[in-house]
């Protein structure tokens, strides 16, 4: 039997969005609160698609809290299939973390039928959106285009949404940007019209930004900062770069730069095995 939206809300409330994590901080004054110095973990691609991958991903929230981040970004594709069952149960799971958590959409987050609904159920208010924490400003933008994995383009609602920023945050506070396609000049599957959003945050003191979607190490320089991404996350998933290693970034943010660090997880002996979806590879 099928529950209510507010009962479903309900159950997965601890720690999670309905404790406030969707509530954006606009009311707050760009800059009135000097940069912090402090650490935040950045976990992309977790391709969650059943119980066992419940488990490992249990495992590394885990790891991630033991070593106290502030806040954790992930990067978007978050299940493999997108259905509801996936999402909730993917939700339920950074809820219990107890991590300050924050998400983007990836195109393995729709439904079949080429749906964010059942993202945007459990993620409400988090497709592009801002926040700002410890006097930092970060930025999350939906970079998606559907189920498409490749020769994908920005939509232009997310464009016209980042036109906006200018009149909303401070061009001197430090900035983070976090998005699921990966932003950096020359990576595999960027979108084509990635030039278009980093023109228009090219005004902001970006300190750094964080992108999924490919599964390997990459280090670009944006501005005078770089883009990442990073290998997967996955029980289920290889990475694109053929590296063999699991893991996430922990980050160490101070008003002068980012430092990032790789935090390798531990796999199943019998090793991470590419999924059985009829999805794209990616």
């Known amino acids: 039997m099928s529950m209510s939206r507010r009962k479903a809300l309900r159950c997965l409330s601890v720690g999670g969005i309905m404790a406030g994590h969707w509530l954006p901080a606009a009311a707050a004054a760009p ?41 954790c970004l992930v990067l978007g594709d978050l299940t493999e299939v997108g259905r509801r069952e996936d999402l909730a149960a993917v939700r339920r799971l950074l809820d219990d973390s107890g991590l300050r958590y924050y998400t983007v959409i990836g195109n393995h987050d729709y439904t079949a039928a080429g749906s964010p609904r059942y993202y945007k159920y459990f993620f409400p208010r988090r497709l592009n959106y801002y926040f700002r924490y410890k006097g930092w400003q970060w930025v999350g933008l939906d970079t998606s285009e559907g189920l498409k994995y490749e020769n ?26 976090f998005t699921h396609f990966p932003l950096g000049p020359g990576v595999r599957y960027r979108p084509q019209n990635a030039d278009v959003l980093l023109e228009k945050l090219a005004g902001f003191n970006v300190k750094a930004v964080f992108c999924g979607h490919f599964h ?29 290693e699991k893991g996430f970034f922990l980050c160490e943010a101070t008003p002068e730069e980012v430092r990032v660090r790789f935090v390798e997880v531990p796999v199943p002996p019998a090793g991470p095995a590419q999924s059985s979806s009829t999805r794209k590879p990616s």
């Open 31 to 71: 800059g009135a609160e000097p940069p912090g110095t402090f650490t935040f973990a950045v976990l992309n691609d977790l391709h969650y698609l059943s119980p066992d991958c419940g488990k490992f991903l249990r495992g590394v929230l885990q790891q991630v809290r033991a070593l106290q981040p502030e806040l």
């Open 152 to 177: 994908t383009r920005i939509a232009e609602e997310t464009l016209a949404w980042a036109d906006r920023l200018k009149s909303r945050l401070s061009p001197a506070a430090p900035t983070i940007v």
């Open 216 to 244: 390997g190490y990459t280090c670009k320089p944006v501005w005078q900062t770089q883009a990442y991404t990073n290998r997967c996350c996955a029980l289920k998933r290889n990475n694109h770069d053929r590296s063999r």
